[in-house]
């Protein structure tokens, strides 16, 4: 079974400042997918980035990017010029890219953004 | 609207009570999935469907059930509610293809059982 690792329950930053989230992951698995999702006080669940394991290419989506060590089973989140909107917590995902689909998630970090 | 719609979004009943909740999804997507939240935990797999004749069950589905009612409909059931269920509950979609197509989440039901 897969097991997907969030060793920062909580981290804060400045407004404007830079702030990387670690998660980690473990798998017997050679095509899979990672995912990172926000879930702010509004309790949605936000698709924030999202990394196929086949492609050694980081994903970036705007002031998100991520660093994906394959090797590692590591994949970071970072959020530059942080915003207060950014508060939120995150969740890193991992799904299996076999016949179930299904999503591990992480215990998540909690992530406050100060002005 | 919202592509997902979860109903309701609280709910406060009794330990032993039968309680529904529903969800409906205008995407056409044909992966529906129920996800259950506790504080301080990421999301548990409940039960998922890739089809209307096709639901299974996640990690933690005892004491659950569901119903595909439709390609857009699947409806979680508690059959007799304890305390221990208290929980926030998740329902989304997927699309068929490929497997980096992403879930996409309705806005949560909170359940608080007394």
């Known amino acids: 079974a897969q097991t997907v690792t969030q060793s920062q329950p909580e981290m804060s930053v400045q407004e404007a400042e830079t702030v990387t989230l670690s998660c980690t992951y473990d798998t017997s698995e050679s095509n899979y997918y990672l995912f990172w999702y926000k879930q702010p006080p509004s309790r949605q669940m936000i698709l924030v980035i999202r990394?196929?394991?086949?492609?050694?290419q980081n994903a970036t989506e705007n002031r998100f990017s991520v660093n994906f060590q394959k090797a590692a089973k590591s994949f970071s989140l970072k959020i530059s010029d942080s915003q207060l909107g950014d508060t939120a917590m995150y969740f890193c995902a991992f799904m299996n890219g076999g016949s179930n689909y299904k999503l591990t998630f992480g215990k998540g970090t909690l992530l406050t953004v100060n002005p | 609207d919202a592509d997902v719609t979860q109903t309701p979004r609280n709910r406060i009943t009794k330990t032993g009570k039968r309680i529904m909740l529903e969800c409906s999804q205008t995407?056409?997507?044909?992966?529906m999935y129920w996800y259950r939240q506790d504080p301080g935990l990421g999301l548990q797999l409940i039960y998922y469907s890739f089809d209307v004749k096709d639901i299974n069950k996640g990690e933690i589905s005892d004491g659950y059930s569901v119903s595909r009612q439709a390609q857009a409909k699947f409806s979680l059931s508690l059959e007799s509610a304890i305390p221990n269920q208290t929980a926030l509950y998740f329902c989304a979609t997927s699309d068929r293809g490929s497997g980096n197509q992403p879930q996409h989440f309705g806005d949560g039901t909170r359940l608080s059982i007394l």
């Open positions: 990394q196929e394991a086949y492609k050694q």
């Open positions: 995407k056409g997507h044909d992966r």
